[in-house]
């Protein structure tokens, strides 16, 4: 199994910035797309960003667009988002999740067969 593991959350104020890491051991990222969602208190599960197999493509929620950068690093085997600007409604458990196939979609959970334990983004003052 391939076993994924979320950092870089925690509290940050309205406005400030985090980077998350999404790893693996024993195995490489390499063929895999990555996607990023989160899970806010009393909410569904939302696709935030992904990217593709070769770092080539990457989308990103119209919420998130111009604040997050999603990006990758083979050498390292990981996976990152910066988070810019971060706003409290964006508080949640953020996921990484691979894709066996190349492309990636942020639209639906659909072909992500691996999920991190997911890391806790807290957004308050």
């Known amino acids: 199994q391939l076993q994924l593991v979320e950092s870089g959350g925690g509290l940050v104020q309205p406005g400030g910035s985090l980077k998350l890491s999404c790893a693996t051991s024993g195995f490489t990222l390499a063929p895999y797309a990555i996607g990023w969602f989160r899970q806010a208190p009393g909410k569904e599960r939302e696709g935030v960003s992904c990217i593709s197999s070769l770092g080539d493509t990457t989308k990103y929620a119209d919420s998130v667009k111009g604040r997050f950068t999603v990006s990758r690093d083979n050498v390292k085997n990981s996976v990152y988002l910066q988070m810019n600007n971060l706003k409290p409604e964006e508080t949640g458990i953020y996921y990484c999740?691979?894709?066996?196939?190349?492309?990636?979609?942020?639209?639906?959970?659909?072909?992500?067969?691996?999920w991190g334990q997911g890391t806790q983004v807290t957004v308050s003052s």
């Open positions: 999740a691979a894709d066996r196939g190349p492309f990636c979609t942020i639209i639906s959970r659909t072909g992500y067969d691996y």
